[in-house]
């Protein structure tokens, strides 16, 4: 067990200073943003810091709805958007396009970005464009009591859970399912006294720690199938006027099984920690409400069985790069983020060295 990597600043270097970013102050709800920069992200981050060079320009209220193809050139000549004010199409001519619009847009703006070369969809001459969409299971959870410490407490919001590593079907296959799942576990505090009270006095009682509580939750693995997939609505559009992306996707027995064991392994750790009231809870939640979507746009060798090579570039369309969930073909157990920065730095490096010898 580990204490999770979040993506915060313990400590600022003097490169996090001057794109103006500060210390963790452990008190804010990440997910709601940080007006610190002590959470990574991109508007905390790399776009004020792209912003200084003075090459990005940004254009909000736009809706891309197409990445355009030269069929005399034989790539993408750049990217036409919907003004969401005016409704005005725009059009914005490039010599590379990076994709990045998060999984499901990415494969509906390649899905939308139809010609004469490409009639389904940009670079999907396989017709696997869409499909073996996978995702993180996050249904199963326990909760349980715990006997600790009466005069500790912690402190602030911690911006990362303890971790526990997948231990199932590391180095062979050990269950009846494939993949596996890492844990997420923390303790707290609740307040169990009576909030009836108005004023000073509920003050007062929500001041007051309860008993200790602890929990567990899972992040498993989904198995990649070609049923799993996105298209478009052949019939229905938003109000720019872009088809609505139908999602088919599901659970199946693999991911049950998983949610079973999951639930087994935990309580049998819960108990032997000296737990107690252990409850089990497999929220049965439709997959559009878990996390970390993924695949459509999957990277492979071979153009028969993906749609990108090995430096996320389509295979058929070399000037369009796709460095997002889309692009994984699998899903493995950990957050995913980091790595997809990870790759488009790494193909971002390659596109340019590519742009240099002139071979895009």
């Given at each position: ?9 313990t400590?600022p ?6 794109q103006?970013?500060?210390?963790c ?5 990440c ?6 920069g ?5 508007v ?16 909000p209220?736009?809706?891309v709805q197409?990445?355009?193809y030269?069929?005399?050139k034989g790539k ?16 914005f ?6 994709v990045n619009?998060a ?9 939308n970005?139809t010609s004469?070369?490409f009639?389904?969809?940009l670079?999907?001459d396989?017709?696997?464009?869409g499909k073996?969409?996978i ?8 909760s ?6 009466d005069d500790q407490y912690y402190?602030g919001r911690?911006?990362s ?7 199932r ?5 050990d269950?009846?399912?494939f993949g596996?799942f ?5 303790a707290?505090?609740?307040n ?10 509920l003050?007062?009682?929500m ?5 200790w509580k ?5 992040q498993g693995?989904?198995?990649?199938k ?7 609505s ?9 088809p609505?992306?139908?999602?088919a996707?599901d ?8 949610v079973n064991d999951?639930?087994?392994?935990s309580t ?6 000296g737990?107690t009231?252990?409850?089990q809870?497999?929220?049965k939640q ?6 970390h ?6 990277m ?10 090995k ?5 058929h369309?070399?000037?369009?790069f796709v460095?997002?969930?889309?692009s994984?073909a699998s899903?493995?157990t ?5 790595f997809?920065?990870?790759i488009?730095?790494?193909a971002?490096n390659?596109?340019?060295e590519?742009l240099?010898?002139?071979n895009?």
């Amino acid at each position: 067990m580990v204490q999770g990597r979040g993506a915060h600043l313990t400590q600022p270097t003097e490169l996090h200073l001057k794109q103006g970013r500060g210390q963790c102050q452990a008190r804010d709800l990440c997910a709601r943003g940080c007006p610190y920069g002590g959470y990574f992200s991109s508007v905390s981050a790399t776009l004020p810091w792209a912003q200084k060079t003075g090459n990005l320009t940004i254009r909000p209220h736009s809706v891309v709805q197409s990445i355009m193809y030269d069929e005399k050139k034989g790539k993408a000549s750049g990217v036409r958007i919907v003004d969401t004010l005016t409704k005005e199409t725009i059009e914005f001519k490039a010599k590379i396009i990076f994709v990045n619009a998060a999984c499901l847009n990415s494969n509906l703006i390649l899905l939308n970005s139809t010609s004469s070369r490409f009639p389904d969809g940009l670079g999907n001459d396989n017709g696997l464009l869409g499909k073996h969409i996978i995702f993180h299971n996050y249904r199963g959870s326990l909760s349980a009591s715990y006997n600790g410490p009466d005069d500790q407490y912690y402190f602030g919001r911690s911006p990362s859970k303890p971790i526990m590593a997948n231990y199932r079907n590391l180095h062979k296959q050990d269950t009846d399912y494939f993949g596996g799942f890492l844990t997420f576990i923390g303790a707290y505090r609740s307040n169990g006294k009576s909030q009836n009270e108005i004023g000073a006095d509920l003050k007062k009682s929500m001041a007051e720690p309860g008993d200790w509580k602890v929990y567990m939750s899972m992040q498993g693995e989904t198995i990649p199938k070609e049923t799993n997939h996105v298209r478009l609505s052949n019939d229905q559009k938003d109000e720019w006027g872009i088809p609505l992306l139908v999602t088919a996707v599901d659970y199946d027995d693999n991911d049950q099984k998983m949610v079973n064991d999951f639930l087994t392994q935990s309580t049998l750790m819960l108990e032997a920690a000296g737990c107690t009231d252990i409850e089990q809870h497999d929220s049965k939640q439709a997959p559009g409400l878990d996390i970390h979507e993924m695949g459509g746009v999957r990277m492979g060798h071979d153009p028969k069985t993906s749609m990108l090579n090995k430096w996320n570039q389509l295979h058929h369309c070399k000037n369009v790069f796709v460095t997002d969930g889309a692009s994984m073909a699998s899903t493995s157990t950990q957050n995913p983020s980091l790595f997809y920065m990870a790759i488009t730095a790494r193909a971002v490096n390659y596109a340019t060295e590519e742009l240099k010898k002139l071979n895009l």
